[in-house]
């Protein structure tokens, strides 16, 4: 069983930054990718980044040149940080993982969610 612990969510002006952290805990395990999503009220939940194994990356449209998604493969850790801020960029901002056993069975996990607004 794996777990992700997210931090770093808050209120910021527009135009400020923001750090999240999403640490995966648990035993007998290695990632294949981490991401991040994020779902506004009333909207479905969508990719904002993700970040493979290899370091390979891949952005949303609309975070591009703004976010910078980067990971610590030592601490099953991936990091969001987010310049640049916009209202619009105001969601709740979901850790998401893909991991492998050691009978390389896959298994997908989600954090608890940690709440971005940005004001105006």
């Known amino acids: 069983q794996v777990q992700l612990v997210e931090s770093g969510g808050g209120l910021v002006q527009a135009g400020g930054s923001l750090r999240l952290s999403c640490a995966a805990t648990g035993s007998s395990f290695s990632i294949n990718y981490m991401g991040w999503y994020r779902q506004a009220p009333g909207k479905q939940r969508d990719l904002v980044a993700i970040?493979?194994?290899?370091?390979?990356?891949n952005y949303a449209d609309s975070v591009k040149g703004r976010f910078t998604i980067s990971r610590d493969n030592a601490k099953n850790t991936v990091y969001l940080q987010m310049d640049s801020l916009k209202p619009e960029d105001t969601a709740v901002y979901y850790c998401?993982?893909?991991?492998?056993?050691?009978?390389?069975?896959?298994?997908?996990?989600w954090g608890q969610g940690t709440q971005v607004t940005v004001s105006s």
């Open positions: 970040i493979t194994s290899g370091g390979r990356t």
């Open positions: 998401n993982a893909e991991v492998r056993d050691s009978r390389l069975y896959t298994y997908n996990y």
